[in-house]
C-alpha cells in the first residue's frame, strides 16, 4: 500500500509543508524522530516575509494572540550590527513577531491535526530507496523497525539530515571554525536599564540599545529583554583556545569584560526554564547541491544553513520553502500539474536560498574585528543615512526582495512578488485580502470598473476561487495570486485589453494547468 507523502521532520518546516498539502487535499504522514516537541530554547521568533504568509493562513492571530493583523516595524531594526533606520522608509518590509519556537511548533502542531494530518513521534527514517513509482523508506519507532512505501519523501529533518544524507545529495558549504558565541538567560541590574528606551546602560562603556548586535574593536555584544522572559545576553568573539567545559555564567561575564572593556554583573534567570546557558563554536554556510532526487524533496535546514546567530531568518526561510513546495506536490498527486511546475521549486526557493547567504556573509564580514573592518563600517555608516541603501538592506532582511520569473518581459511590477495586503470591499462584506487566502487555494481578484475580467474570462470556480471586489485605496486593478500568494500576473488597466487577457490566460496555464470555461 503507497501513501501520497511522508514528511521526515516535525520541527515547523515539516508541520508547515502538513498543513500546506492538507490544505491542497493531500494529508501526508508526518515522521519525527523525537518522543515529544523540544523545549530546548532555539528561535525566539519569525522575522520577514512568512510573518505575512503565516497572515495569509489565518496563524497569526494564534500566534501573535493578538486579531490585529502584522505591522511592519517602522523603528529601528540592524544589519551587520548597525542601526538600520526604517522610519526613513515609506513602507517598511521589516516585520517581526516575538514567540519562541517551541510555541510555533505548537501551533502547527494543532492546525496540522485539525487538518487530518498523523504525526508520528520517535519515528525516525534510517533507510530508504526509490524506484519509479514510490520510495520505500525504513523506519524506525520504539520496539519495532517497518517500512512506508511513499510516492514522496519530504526531507525537513534539519542541518544533519538523514533524508539528504541517504539520499546521496551533497552538502557544500564552507565551514567557520574562528567564531564562539557565548549566550545565557540572565538578570542584570533593573537600575541599568532606561525605561524610556530599554537600553542597557554599561558604566564605563555606555548604551547598549535592546536587541540591536553592539560591535567593538574585540567582539560583539546583545541584550535582548524578550518578553516574559529573561534577557538573553550574548557575546561573539574570534580566535578563542577551545574549552571543553561546561558554559558558565562567569564564562560569559569573562566573555563581556574582553568584548565591552567593563564588567557586566550577570545574576541567574529569573522563572522556570528551560533556559539558555550555551556556547557554540563555528557554523556552516551551505546548500545542497540539489533540493530534490526523484521522488525525494529537501526544504529548510536540510537544504540549506547559513552562519549567523539567531532562526528568525532561517524559520522565514524554510517556512517559505514549505509553502512553494506544498501546492505545487498535490498537484503533481492530483495529476493536475503543468510540465514543469514541480521543477521550479527548487529554481525559485534556491535563488531565496542565495540570498539569505549573501545576507549572512555581507553582516558577517562586519561584525568581524580589526580595524579595516571598523573603517569599512564608517563607510557603511554614511551610506546608511540614504533611503535607497536603507530600502534595499531591509528588503534583504525581510527576504522582500524575492521576485519569482514568472515568464513575461513587461511585467507589473507586482508579478511575481508577494502578494501586498489590501482592504477591499466585496458583495458580501468588507475583507483584507489576507483573508481571501486562507484555503490556499488560485485567487484571481478582480477590481476592474464592472467586473469586466471575471465576466470576460468565465472560469469555473471549482478550479480557480474568482473574487469580484473595490479597494478605496490605490492598488492594481487585477491580480492573479499562486496558492503561496506570489502574484503570478497583475494589470493596472480598468479594463484589461485582449493582449492583457492572452497573458492573464497564459499564467493561468503555465502555473494550473488546463483551466475550462464556466460553460463546459
Known amino acids: 500500500m503507497i501513501t501520497d507523502v511522508v514528511i521526515a521532520g516535525g520541527g515547523p518546516n515539516g508541520l508547515m509543508l502538513a498543513c500546506e498539502m492538507s490544505l491542497a487535499g493531500v494529508r501526508p504522514i508526518v515522521l519525527e524522530r523525537l518522543p515529544e516537541p523540544s523545549q530546548e530554547p532555539k528561535a525566539n521568533g519569525l522575522l520577514g516575509q512568512v510573518v505575512k504568509m503565516l497572515d495569509h493562513r489565518g496563524l497569526h492571530e494564534r500566534l501573535s494572540g493578538s486579531p490585529q493583523p502584522p505591522q511592519p516595524n517602522s523603528g529601528y531594526f540592524m544589519f551587520g550590527a548597525m542601526g538600520l533606520d526604517l522610519s526613513l522608509l515609506q513602507d517598511s518590509p521589516v516585520y517581526a513577531l516575538p514567540v519562541p519556537q517551541r510555541r510555533i511548533v505548537q501551533v502547527l502542531q494543532e492546525r496540522a491535526t485539525e487538518l487530518g494530518v498523523e504525526i508520528r513521534r520517535g519515528h525516525e527514517v534510517v533507510g530508504l530507496s526509490q524506484d519509479d513509482d514510490a520510495v520505500t523508506i525504513d523506519v524506525a519507532s520504539p520496539g519495532e523497525t517497518y517500512q512506508l512505501r511513499a510516492r514522496y519523501l ?52 555606555g548604551a547598549v540599545l535592546p536587541f540591536l548586535p553592539h560591535r567593538t574593536e574585540h567582539g560583539g555584544f546583545s541584550y535582548a529583554p524578550m518578553p516574559g522572559h529573561p534577557p538573553l545576553v550574548s557575546t561573539t568573539e574570534w580566535d578563542l583556545p577551545e574549552s571543553n567545559a561546561p558554559m558558565s555564567l562567569e564564562e560569559l561575564r569573562v566573555s563581556i569584560r574582553r568584548v565591552l572593556g567593563v564588567d557586566v554583573p550577570l545574576g541567574p534567570p529569573d522563572g522556570a526554564g528551560p533556559h539558555v546557558l550555551r556556547r557554540l563554536t563555528g557554523g556552516n554556510t551551505r546548500i545542497a547541491e540539489r533540493f530534490a ?8 535546514d536540510a537544504a540549506h544553513v547559513y552562519a549567523a546567530t ?27 500539474a503543468p510540465s514543469g511546475l514541480l521543477n521550479s521549486y527548487e529554481t525559485e526557493r534556491r535563488s531565496a536560498a542565495q540570498r539569505m547567504v549573501l545576507n549572512a556573509q555581507a553582516q558577517a ?53 508577494f502578494a501586498p495586503d489590501m482592504d477591499l470591499h466585496t458583495p458580501t462584506g468588507p475583507v483584507r485580502l489576507a483573508e481571501l487566502t486562507r484555503t490556499a487555494r488560485p485567487l484571481l481578484l478582480d477590481l476592474t470598473e464592472e467586473a469586466s475580467l471575471a465576466e470576460t474570462l468565465a472560469l469555473r470556480h471549482d478550479q480557480v476561487d474568482i473574487v469580484t471586489a473595490r479597494s478605496q485605496t490605490p492598488a492594481p486593478t487585477a491580480l492573479l495570486l499562486r496558492p ?20 492573464l490566460r497564459a499564467a493561468l496555464q503555465r502555473w494550473f494547468g488546463v483551466v475550462k470555461p464556466a460553460h463546459t
Not at 167 to 191: E, L, N
Not at 312 to 330: E, F, I, R, S, T
Not at 369 to 388: A, K, M, N
Request: aromatic fraction near 6%.
Open 484 to 503: 503561496d500568494c506570489y502574484v503570478a500576473w497583475a494589470s493596472a488597466s480598468p479594463r484589461p485589453d485582449p493582449m492583457e487577457i492572452e497573458t
Open 310 to 336: 539567531g532562526g528568525g531568518p532561517g524559520l522565514n526561510l524554510g517556512l517559505q520553502d514549505a509553502a512553494n513546495l506544498g501546492w505545487k506536490l498535490a498537484a503533481e498527486i492530483r495529476g493536475s
Open 154 to 205: 519530504i526531507g525537513a529533518d534539519g542541518a544533519h539530515s538523514s533524508t539528504r544524507k541517504l539520499s546521496g545529495i551533497k552538502f557544500p558549504g564552507i565551514t567557520y571554525d574562528r567564531m564562539t558565541v557565548c549566550s545565557a538567560h540572565a538578570t542584570v541590574p533593573a537600575d541599568w536599564v532606561d525605561s524610556a528606551t530599554g537600553a542597557l546602560n554599561v558604566p564605563g562603556h
Open 293 to 300: 532526487d526523484g521522488r525525494v524533496f529537501l526544504i529548510g
Open 365 to 417: 564580514a562586519l561584525i568581524a574585528p580589526g580595524s579595516d573592518v571598523t573603517g569599512l563600517r564608517e563607510v557603511f555608516t554614511e551610506l546608511l543615512r540614504d533611503q535607497s541603501t536603507v530600502q534595499r538592506l531591509a528588503e534583504l532582511t525581510a527576504g522582500a526582495d524575492v521576485r519569482y520569473d514568472m515568464g513575461e518581459r513587461e511585467a507589473h511590477p507586482l508579478t511575481g512578488r
